[in-house]
């Protein structure tokens, strides 16, 4: 094999996590893929994978060759393109992640616009509720909420969004509203789960964050029901703005305690670095920073 050869089989392996998988995927014999690897590694030096009887899973080395593996092949595949006069066309499969409810409202209509837009491209979207790995997923973009610890990615700002404290205006007809936060401790509050990993809710106190510890009468493993439990009136619940918007907007809930709350959150559109952004995610990031920037529940700064 060819040195590109043994990359796009170094490649599939990695994304498999198998070399029985990768094989079939190319055509190859299990035991072709796994000589193509090794003389791959032998060419550079390193070793890629630590394979056992079950697993095969990059090393630190294999992982940053895989970047530039992809971006490689990449390159090779928009220099043919631009050859054959299709360079600034978009193909191929993207694939997108986001958090599930900001996907389900926000990312969803922006996919299916720009489906319409490209014919030439299809799109895998996955919703988490978690910080998912770009280069280890195989993820081409990915829409994030909150400050970014990786300084290994592209990132493209498009609004702000913060934590904030509601309740319906029937919950606060019967039990008042709070007016600091220690007030909420003679509230019943809703904890949603992928916010609550201590005891109780974070404030701006005095120019300080500040724990305010409370017991919950009700835990939800997801925004959306707790979310359902604040409109049912069973109490107080955090939910991100942008979660809370339209019901805020139709009065349907009412947010509490706003001089208080933490400081907002960039909501950015990422993308790996090092890895030229090819026609499918370029458009898509152009397409999605639009949208997201006319949006008026993500307030920008």
Known sequence: MDKLQTMQVFIEVAKQQSFSLASEVLGLSAPAASRAVAALEERLGVKLFNRTTRLVRLTESGARFLQDAKRILEDLEEAEAAAAGTYAKPTGTLVVTAPVLFGETYIMPIVTDYLAKHPGVSVKIILLDRVANLLEEDFDVAIRIGRLKDSSLYATTVGHVKKIICGSPEYFKRYGYPEKPEDLINHSVIFPAPFEYTNGWHFQINGNKELVRLTPRLRCNHNGAARKAALLGHGLTTLMSYQAAED???????????????????????????????????????LAAKKLRENPFLFLQ
Do not use: S, Y
């Open 248 to 286: 805020l907007k139709a009065n349907r809930l009412q947010r509490v305690l706003t001089e208080f709350e933490e400081e907002p959150l960039p909501v950015n559109i990422i993308h790996l670095e090092g890895r030229r952004a090819n026609a499918k995610t370029r458009c898509f990031i152009d």
